[in-house]
């Protein structure tokens, strides 16, 4: 079995007790990347899933959310999260708080004018 160098510093930074977030910002990893190469160590059962209640978002959130993403992709962004939220496999109404920054990121990929992508990102992140 060979392992990438990314493998190999996440499995460094893992501890069964930080959060996904924290690894994915200590190793400046984005968290869809992140997630893929936790899957695929899950996969070679080198790490195994850490099961803690989850903390979830509430509904002013996601209102939040789908204004700022209109103020730039406009009436579509409703339907861009809820596909969104589907891929990643979660409800919107148990969406867990560690996987906004994911969301978000994943969102403002859609986003090809780079000044509209970094107006959405900072209406987000400072909310």
Request: glycine share 4%.
């Amino acid at each position: 079995m060979s392992l990438s160098a990314s493998m190999l510093e996440v499995l460094r930074e893992l501890d069964g007790k930080k959060p996904v977030l924290t690894v994915s910002r200590s190793l400046q990893i984005p968290m869809n990347a992140l997630r893929e190469i936790l899957s695929h160590l899950h996969r070679l059962n080198l790490i195994e899933a850490v099961q803690r209640s989850r903390e979830v978002v509430d509904r002013p959130f996601f209102q939040h959310l789908e204004s700022r993403l209109a103020d730039v992709m406009g009436p579509m962004a409703g339907i861009l999260i809820r596909e969104e939220i589907d891929h990643m496999g979660e409800e919107a109404a148990q969406f867990p708080k560690e996987r906004t920054v994911e969301l978000i990121d994943r969102l403002a990929d859609k986003i090809f004018v780079e000044s509209k992508k970094k107006a959405f990102l900072a209406s987000v992140r400072s909310a």
